[in-house]
């Protein structure tokens, strides 16, 4: 469709120039020779540009300009004038004029102008896209009584400055969670900065949570910020708290208790104000008592718990689920949307899902790449996620396969699933069990998507 111009002057000569100008490339034009006439047209249709002269007989172009931008505060506005001082322009930018062009209108200059806007335009319903998709992507789906009882809670704890440590299984959404609080707390406007606990080298804890001076350290060639520091004013996420040292954990503790710390290499005391959002898979508890976790860290970040769900707590929420990830897939791929039938997602509700929604994302992402019907059916829900299929049935399957690689990491992959269900999803307790490394089971369950 052609872009629409209004253009608004009491100039007949005018109007006919740009009219026929603007026809000529292409776009649709409205004209209208007071600024009350151009009002009305613009309630019946909006239109994507309006080219507004500054001196008309009923309202002058600035009154007309403050009305556009109170009714259609999106609504692009180029001023024209012939007697234009560069107080009416200052002022004509100041109520929200794109731009102001002065008489004799250069015709260049015009379409430059629209052009322009346009463009701005665009920007800004992209930018109005990815904050909605955004948007989406931190919020909470489901409406079983587990998940309405947890929005609760965030709806209650994010606009305060209270502490949050939010504890859940592997794949229940503790991030999410996070993200949602910040998303409707006071600091949502300021820095949200993410400390993966578990990653961080013990030897660069300090480095990487205060920063460090220029110097401060062999390849230390510029001034670095530490995480706390980057959050100043707003909220810092600690996830994987459980998985910090020891050593790291008593270093952390000190800045959270005094909000101040100094940059390694550095003589010069820092304070800062940050929310503590803290999550863990651990049962803190038990990490105190076999001496893995700082009682003191416990009791500082504990100040409100929120217990995520695991999936099989909310199965009624499986559907929706399903179809807010079919939908993220069709978009991001630009493919059809696909659908599973109710038979299919009744199976689904059956299964255990020890890696919980991340498992059920995963699963869902598969079936939408492999599966090249639109409607997805109970016979395409591969094993172990259908238990409407027999142990038999699973055994042949492992005899389908063309190599022993392939059927080797179905067996395995079958099998931790299923240990993992026996242990309520406790890594540590199945690794043991299993006689396997907790590392290297962490590694099994993110390659097979558990």
């Known amino acids: ?30 004209t209208a020779d007071t600024g009350l006439k151009a009002l009305d047209i613009i309630k019946e249709t909006i239109p994507d ?32 004038s012939g007697h234009g001082t560069i107080e009416t322009a200052v002022r004509a930018t100041k109520l929200g004029a794109y731009d102001f062009i002065e008489k004799p209108l250069s015709l260049e200059n015009v379409l430059l102008s629209i052009n322009n806007a ?12 990815f904050r909605e998709r955004d948007r989406q992507k931190y919020q909470i789906t ?31 959404g503790k991030e999410l969670v996070a ?16 400390v993966n606990c578990a990653a961080i080298p013990e030897d660069l804890i ?26 100043n004013d707003g909220t810092l996420f600690l996830d994987e708290i459980g998985d910090m040292s020891l050593k790291a954990q008593s270093k952390v503790l ?43 860290l416990y009791f500082r970040l504990n100040v409100i718990p929120i217990r995520v769900p695991p999936l099989r707590e909310r199965v009624d929420d499986i559907p929706e689920l399903v179809n807010e990830f079919l939908d993220e897939f069709s978009l991001d791929t ?74 080797r990491e179905m067996f395995e992959r079958s099998f931790i699933a299923s240990k993992l269900e026996q242990f309520g999803g406790n890594i540590s307790k199945t690794a043991e069990a299993i006689g396997m490394e907790r590392s290297n089971l962490h590694k099994k369950i993110k390659a097979y998507g558990l």
């Open 118 to 129: 346009l463009n701005y335009n665009r920007l800004e319903a992209e930018l109005d896209l």
């Open 142 to 172: 489901g409406h079983s009584k587990a998940i309405t009882e947890l929005k609760e809670q965030i709806k209650i704890v994010a606009p305060t400055d209270a502490w949050v440590l939010i504890v859940g299984e592997n794949g229940t």
């Open 254 to 296: 000190r800045i959270l208790q005094e909000q101040r710390f100094d940059r390694v290499g550095g003589n010069r005391t820092i304070r800062v104000n940050v929310r503590v959002i803290a999550a863990t898979n651990k049962n803190l508890e038990e990490e105190i008592e076999k001496g893995t976790f700082r009682d003191d």
């Open 334 to 407: 630009k493919k059809e949307h696909k659908f599973l039938t109710p038979e299919a997602l009744e199976l689904l509700k059956k299964y255990s899902w020890p890696g919980n929604v991340r498992e059920l994302k995963n699963l869902t992402e598969r079936m939408a790449i492999m599966y090249p019907d639109r409607v997805i059916g109970e016979e395409d829900i591969p094993p172990p996620f259908n238990a409407s299929r027999s142990e038999e049935s699973k055994l042949e399957s492992f005899f389908s396969f063309d190599t022993l690689k392939e059927a």
């Open 179 to 194: 993200h949602t609080i910040n998303r409707l707390s006071k600091r949502k406007d300021k820095p949200l900065v993410e």
């Open 49 to 80: 540009i309006v080219l507004l002269d500054i001196w008309m007989p009923d309202i002058d172009g600035i009154e007309t300009l403050k009305r556009i931008r109170e009714l259609y505060p999106g609504l692009q506005v180029i001023m024209i």
């Open 206 to 231: 300090e480095s990487e949570l205060f920063g460090h001076e220029k110097g401060a350290f062999t390849g230390a060639t510029t001034m670095k910020r530490g995480k706390f520091d980057q959050a």
């Open 1 to 30: 469709m052609a872009d629409t111009v209004l253009i608004v002057d009491d100039e007949p000569s005018i109007i006919q120039s740009l009219q026929g100008i603007l026809s000529d490339e292409g776009f649709e034009v409205i």
